[in-house]
């Protein structure tokens, strides 16, 4: 059973940093496609970055430069370092794991089996 957990989101200003982190406390065997979405109030859920089994990563255009997606030490973890916070980059952020290793591309929701909770990222002006 796959769970995923994410941490370190919270309020910074324009300009700021904030890193991510998603665990994985069920058990997974293979390494799968893993990916960060983002929520803004009144708006659809929408692709940040992924990364799958190889290691070959995409970005949504507005955050490339800015972020960086990355898998952790241990098997299905992942990580997102956000620099340069934006006020638009303000959203509720999930990390999200699809089955298998191949990652569906243009990262949308249902190419993913298994979400995070959310957590809060605010940027303020």
């Known amino acids: 059973q796959v769970q995923l957990m994410e941490s370190g989101g919270g309020s910074v200003q324009a300009g700021g940093s904030l890193r991510l982190s998603c665990s994985d406390s069920?058990?997974?065997?293979?390494?799968?496609?893993m990916g960060w979405f983002r929520q803004a109030p009144g708006k659809e859920r929408e692709g940040v970055a992924d990364i799958d089994r190889d290691g070959r990563i995409t970005y949504t255009d507005s955050v490339k430069g800015r972020f960086t997606i990355s898998r952790g030490n241990a098997k299905n973890t992942l990580s997102l370092q956000m620099n340069s916070l934006k006020p638009e980059d303000t959203a509720i952020y999930y990390c999200?794991?699809?089955?298998?290793?191949?990652?569906?591309?243009?990262?949308?929701?249902?190419?993913?089996?298994?979400w995070g909770q959310g957590i809060q990222v605010t940027v303020s002006s």
């Open positions: 069920g058990y997974t065997y293979g390494t799968r496609c």
């Open positions: 999200a794991a699809a089955i298998g290793g191949d990652c569906y591309r243009p990262q949308i929701p249902l190419g993913y089996r298994y």
